[in-house]
């Protein structure tokens, strides 16, 4: 029975499961979770060259054991250019034959005065250590530069600043390596999924960010753009059109005070690109909301972005992030549990779109004859949007139904409606009609079998108690006229007669009669 009465969370939670496996195949991602770029660039002319124009930056933007590489290879590269330029100057000086002689015969070199250029170079191979010697300003002691030939004394001084030059290039890509902003973006967090949600009336897109380090982000401003198709009033195909949403903290600035993790709220409005999006429209919408947030690193003042993106099928409707922010009375301070920081939990949500809801409310203020009746109407109205879900359904999708009618799901009479105030339904059907707020409202429950069983269950002037009349499958419907104007889905609202019974007092309505995992938020526009 519990699972009849959720039949439709189950249904809509499996065309969300279903979205989330498939979502790689109906649009791979722009932007990683994890904040990459999935862009390559391709056929670009004279690319190498170009790269190597930017050899710092190329160096700085490859991968680790490329790098390395290149720092170990500038090295070995340059003390064995400088070693055989060394064995040419001894080579060109006869340095190499007197030490041969000296070494194997030095009774030839008795009477010779030749003094060699650098001493113990002897070979290719001692060429080679004398230069890492001189690079490196190791200076064993056993090979030195003598006044005999200025061209040696030429190369040391170059093979000096050519080392130090490559000294200092090498560290410095290495230091800025490790000392990248990237890096710092890695203990920025996003949220797992983005909710939709109400928020002081009005449909929010919520996703929350936060920061695991104890050393803030100054200056820090989040940034939203969506990414969808569009076609031009030319007919132009734009298929990554981008977008901004205007986003902020609770204030509605971008700006953050990033101490604790915060939630960056969207309001669907007018302006938004989400104006006309419902429930249903979310699962089969084709796009992708880029968030970032930027700042400066309080630790060395260096710029920092982090990225990441939500796909529709990582939008929760009708959710909301658990609060993660405690207060410790024994230690004093605020904690933040991070095992929460993806959690959320299930709040009454209109699956309309915002552009319904507000033509919705528009109707309300119309049809209200008075501020009495506009107030009521207007209590009425997110009454049962926020506790039910609005559709204009297909007449003949319902033959129960009557055509032309918006209907509410609903799950129970409100408190304070008297049972004299019921009044059956014609054609056998089960529910009866009542009048709240100016509007004719006719709940179809079978859960009500018939006025007369309510009749005899409560007396004359009683009010009828929600609870024990409550059913998670009835539906109330609004009575439409087709004159009006009509809404987002093709109705409108017409209010009660004049005459007919209207209580302008009553107790306080239950919203719902049920408990939190029976709220009918799965349905659809």
Partial sequence: MKRLMTWERDLVDAMYRQTRFSSRRVRKRVVFKHGECNVVQGNVAKRRRRYLQDIFTTLVDAQWRWTLLVFAASFVISWAFFGFIWWTIAFAHNDLEYIKLRNTQPELIVNMTHTVCVTEVSSMMTAFLYSVETQTTIGYGNRFVTEECPEAIFTMCIQCITGVFIQAFMVGIVFAKLSRPKKRAQTLLFSRNAVICHRDGSPCLMFRVGDMRKSHIIEAHVRAQIIRKKVTKEGEVLPFYQQELHVGADGGEDRLMFIWPTTIVHKIDRSSPLYMLSASDMLKERFEVVVMLEGVIESTGMTTQARSSYLPSEVLWGHRFVNVVS????????????????????????????????????????????????????NMFQRFASAASVDHLDPASDESLDSGRLHIRSHSIPNGVLASELEPLNNNKHGACFTMGGLTITTTAPSIPNLSSINERTSS??????????????????????SSASTASGATIVPSAPGSNVRSKQSNPRRLSIKQDQLPIDSMC
């Fill in 461 to 482: 002037g009683n009010s009828i108690n929600s609870s024990n009349y409550s059913n998670n499958n009835s539906l109330s419907t609004l009575p439409l006229s087709p």
């Fill in 327 to 378: 207060f410790r009375k024994e230690t004093g301070e605020y904690e933040v549990d991070y095992t929460l920081f993806n959690n959320t939990y299930d709040v009454d949500t209109p699956l309309c779109s915002a552009k319904q809801l507000d033509e919705l409310k528009l109707e309300y203020t119309k049809t209200a004859k008075s501020v009495m009746d506009r107030t009521q109407s207007a």
